[in-house]
């Protein structure tokens, strides 16, 4: 009973290749969220979507788009691959009460390691 | 934005030793969640702890809102527990719901 999805687990591509990373939860959850885990290990938040709206967009280059096709799915597709986008993507999810002030704990899936070539 | 520091950067143990890890943050907060990433990778959730103490076998978190710090206590290490350790925090001021802020982790290595 996998709560957090991605697939794939591993990407290895070509510079300037545009590929896709999909994330499904099976959580009920209303939030996702994308992350990325860099060389240093660091974690850095880059989007968040609640009931398929977008409410979090860090200085993320617009190579980088989220896609949100129900509050169960966040896809994350990346145009024009750089060597720079090699990190490990994270996707994660948590439930958010309509006006609630703070978020619930949030779990996170298995990763995708992406390598550019 | 928020600081979020952590303590030690890297823990070397013994099995069966005691540990305790810091994490300071600069700022008020909703939301304070410890995770383990193990050595392959999977961020586990540990505890979610805005406040108080909590407790699952033989790890327990404390954190003191008030003075901005949570602690992570490991007791009677054992070589599973390695990995990284780390603290992420949503500040309750000035930010959008649910943007967690990580430190930059401590790196637990036990040996047998």
């Known amino acids: 009973d996998t709560a957090v999805s991605q697939t794939p687990k591993y990407l290895v591509t070509q510079m300037g290749n545009d590929k896709s990373i999909k994330c499904e939860q099976n959580l009920g959850h209303d939030t996702m969220y994308w992350y990325k885990q860099d060389s240093k290990k660091f974690l850095k938040i880059m989007f968040s979507y609640n009931n398929k709206e977008l409410i979090i967009n860090e200085t993320v280059p617009n190579r980088f788009s989220p896609k949100s096709p129900d509050k169960a799915h966040l896809n994350l597709h990346i145009n024009s691959l750089e060597l720079g986008d090699s990190a490990v993507y994270f996707c994660?999810?948590?439930?958010?009460?309509?006006?609630?002030?703070?978020?619930?704990?949030?779990?996170f899936g298995p990763g995708t390691r992406l390598t550019v070539l | 934005g928020i600081q979020v520091e952590q303590s030690p950067p890297d823990l070397i143990l013994q099995e069966g030793a005691n540990s305790t890890l810091r994490c300071n943050f600069s700022d008020s907060v909703n939301n304070l969640q410890w995770f383990h990433q193990n050595p392959w990778g999977q961020l586990i959730n540990l505890f979610y702890i805005p406040s108080g103490t909590k407790q699952n076998g033989r790890l327990s978190a404390t954190t003191v809102a008030t003075e901005r710090y949570s602690l992570l206590y490991i007791s009677s290490s054992q070589t599973t527990d390695s990995g990284v350790y780390f603290c992420?925090?949503?500040?309750?001021?000035?930010?959008?719901?649910?943007?967690?802020?990580f430190g930059r982790g401590t790196q637990l290595t036990v040996w047998p």
């Open positions: 992420a925090v949503e500040p309750s001021r000035g930010s959008t719901l649910g943007r967690l802020y």
């Open positions: 994660a999810s948590s439930l958010v009460s309509g006006g609630a002030s703070s978020t619930d704990t949030q779990y």
